[in-house]
């Protein structure tokens, strides 16, 4: 009996780790995968536009975090143009020329 009981605990303990139930009715089964669907977008997003995202961050304490995605491009471009910071290249043109050239 406590063999059984032990066994019956850790079942239940495998299930509470895999989660709720999958959805029964469809309307359930179709937000749940809507939701699946936003998630993945909004980390695609995060990504490429190199703002942090809890659920990507696999690095464990105390270690140094890779640059990924957008937040990569957008430090290489700020070494690569960083000497020219300040420059303003359209200074002698008015709206007009810039209008124009639009």
Known sequence: ???IRQKAKE??????????????QDTEKMQLLWNMIT?????????ISGRY??????AAAGSSVELSGGAKIKANFYH?????EGLAACSEYDDMHIQKAI
């Open 39 to 47: 998630d993945f977008i909004q980390t695609y997003k995060n990504t």
């Open 80 to 84: 690569l143009y960083q000497e020219y």
């Open 53 to 58: 995202d809890a659920k990507r961050s696999y």
């Open 11 to 24: 079942t239940e303990d495998d299930l509470r780790d895999l989660g709720p139930a999958m959805p029964s």
């Open 1 to 3: 009996m406590k063999e």
